[in-house]
């Protein structure tokens, strides 16, 4: 089976019950969106199913529209993910995404 890695870091784990790491059955990415329809399945996607289904409170503290928060870097397999297409990044199997909050209080 295909699988995804998503962890969460910096504070953004506390929206999701303190899990810093899910292992998440590619398939079960996409929504009802036109992108599984054609079998491509995006960060869009994950952000999209992470809101439906692992998100636990506060989700403008995560998400913003359909798009991430400003202040949360995600990087997937260790490189910023505007270097890999941003939103629109097709999902392979084994990839690793991560979410981090770089605001914090003081």
Known sequence: MAVIHVEFAG?????????????????????????KENKI????????????????QRPELFLQGDSIKPGILVVIN??????????????????TVVFIS???GG
Not at 18 to 33: Q, R, S, Y
Not at 41 to 56: E, G
């Open 11 to 35: 504070g953004v784990e506390l929206l999701f019950d303190n899990v810093k790491k899910l292992t998440i059955p590619l398939e079960c990415v996409g929504g009802d969106t036109a992108s």
């Open 41 to 56: 399945l995006t960060i869009k996607d994950l952000l999209q199913r992470l809101r439906q289904s692992y998100l636990k």
């Open 78 to 95: 260790d490189c910023d993910w505007e270097l890999m297409g941003g939103p629109d990044y097709a999902l392979a199997p084994g990839d």
């Open 102 to 104: 770089t605001l914090h």
